[in-house]
T-cell receptor, first 115, second 114 residues
Framework: AAGVIQSPRHLIKEKRETATLKCYPI?????VYWYQQGPGQDPQFLIS???????DKGSIPDRFSAQQFSDYHSELNMSSLELGDSALYFC??????????????FGPGTRLTVL | AQSVTQLDSHVSVSEGTPVLLRCNYS??????LFWYVQHPNKGLQLLLK??????LVKGINGFEAEFKKSETSFHLTKPSAHMSDAAEYFC????????????FGSGTRLLVRP
């Protein structure tokens, strides 16, 4: 079965650079969630999109923005990168309309390293 | 607001002995509860989930969890630990009322001694 795809899997950037992370949800899933997991930390919710509209917002810095496109893939744009942005970024998807149990399906994550 | 507390940051067991990872939750609604496992430098794998059906939930790799509303607990157990069980375990609650975002506990690192 198709899973959530994230690209790239690894990314190395310098401070003050920008980065774009991509997430391709499971086919027919209408909702995407982004989470950030710092070193030794638990994942923290950043932002979510339902049917291409932002549905919820967590602890996402103003330097970050995200959107969901017509094909339901989502991109997380990160500008003016800081050392503290180094983390594992997870994307998860769900079909809100058909899900019976709120289970989100996670991608493998993108590991961002800021030097 | 919903929250999750994992009572132990580290648990160490011998191979072949039982595993107990404790989790308490706080919820204003009927929650959905999950346990995820994360092996080093890997993604998140769903072990099991509770969604208001049976209170005893069976998951993969021999893990179980019991939802106890009176105790607001959702402890994870396994009768016999295997070396491959060594990983980080997250107890997770979903708000589910108007948002499905997941709220993670701080994690429990399970160490399995030979």
């Amino acid at each position: 079965a198709a899973g959530v795809i994230q690209s790239p899997r690894h990314l190395i950037k310098e401070k003050r650079e920008t980065a774009t992370l991509k997430c391709y949800p499971i086919p027919r899933h209408d909702t995407v969630y982004w989470y950030q997991q710092g070193p030794g930390q638990d994942p923290q919710f950043l932002i979510s999109f339902y049917e291409k509209m932002q549905s919820d917002k967590g602890s996402i810095p103003d330097r970050f923005s995200a959107q969901q496109f017509s094909d339901y893939h989502s991109e997380l744009n990160m500008s003016s990168l800081e050392l503290g942005d180094s983390a594992l970024y997870f994307c998860a998807s769900i079909s809100i309309g058909t899900s019976e149990d709120n289970e989100q399906f996670f991608g493998p994550g993108t590991r961002l390293t800021v030097l | 607001a919903q929250s999750v507390t994992q009572l132990d940051s580290h648990v160490s067991v011998s191979e072949g002995t039982p595993v107990l990872l404790r989790c308490n939750y706080s919820s204003s609604y009927s929650p959905s509860l999950f346990w995820y496992v994360q092996h080093p430098n890997k993604g998140l794998q769903l072990l099991l989930k509770y969604t208001s059906a049976a209170t005893l939930v069976k998951g993969i790799n021999g893990f179980e969890a019991e939802f106890k509303k009176s105790e607001t607990s959702f402890h994870l157990t396994k009768p016999s630990a295997h070396m491959s069980d060594a990983a980080e375990y997250f107890c997770v609650v979903s708000e589910g009322d108007s948002s499905y975002k997941l709220i993670f506990g701080s994690g429990t690192r399970l160490l399995v001694r030979p």
